[in-house]
Nanobody
Framework: QVQLVESGGGLVQAGGSLRLSCTAS????????MGWLRQAPGKVPGKERE????????????YYADTVKGRFTISRDDAKNTVYLQMDSLKPEDTAVYYC????????????????????WGQGTLVTVSS
């Protein structure tokens, strides 16, 4: 059974940077789109997850939410079965639990309702940005 494990969250001051990692174990995900979603504090767990970024299988295309475009960069290393999210110029409003996900659905569709039905999810990692 495939598991996704995130790491790299923590506390950072506004303007700082963090890099999140998500490693899959149990099978290769090279044919899956992978990405990140987030849920702000106070939201109902499992609901209202906001799309952040996604990358197509083989990494040929990337997609970003408007709120993070130009500040966040998604990448993947299929040899390590890992997807990364480099987050720069962090803002307090970026504070959230960040979830890694993987799915066979095209990464370009992850902004829409399909983001609530993705096949594989990690447990989440908390990012806190202080002002």
């Amino acid at each position: 059974q495939v598991q996704l494990v995130e790491s790299g969250g923590g506390l950072v001051q506004a303007g700082g940077s963090l890099r999140l990692s998500c490693t899959a174990s149990g099978d290769t995900l090279s044919t899956y789109a992978m990405g990140w979603l987030r849920q702000a504090p106070g939201k109902v767990p499992g609901k209202e997850r906001e799309f952040v970024a996604a990358i197509s299988s083989r990494g040929s295309n990337t997609y970003y939410a408007d709120t993070v475009k130009g500040r966040f960069t998604i990448s993947r290393d299929d040899a390590k079965n890992t997807v990364y999210l480099q987050m720069d110029s962090l803002k307090p409003e970026d504070t959230a639990v960040y979830y890694c996900a993987a799915d066979r659905a095209d990464a370009s569709n992850w902004r829409g309702p399909v983001r609530n039905y993705l096949e594989l999810w990690g447990q989440g990692t908390l990012v806190t940005v202080s002002s």
